[in-house]
């Protein structure tokens, strides 16, 4: 599965991804929070059976360093 792939399916799932870019700074998503880490880890739990923390999504600066952690 690509990164574009992967972007898409996280665009479905989570709205507040919509219109982001592999570039786009996370801090700079509006809306991004608590709430927004919490959704992007169930994003891929469900979808790749893929546990994530909250501290490794935090640790992404980009759109595109989140989705490097779905293999």
Request: with cysteine.
């Amino acid at each position: 599965m690509t990164a574009s792939e992967k972007l898409q399916a996280l665009q479905l799932d989570v709205d507040l991804f919509a219109g982001a870019t592999l570039e786009t700074p996370l801090a700079g998503l509006p809306h991004w929070g608590s709430l927004a880490i919490l959704l992007t880890i169930h994003h891929c739990e469900t979808q790749y059976g893929l546990v994530l923390t909250g501290a490794q999504v935090r640790g992404c600066p980009t759109v595109g360093d989140l989705l490097e952690l779905i293999p």
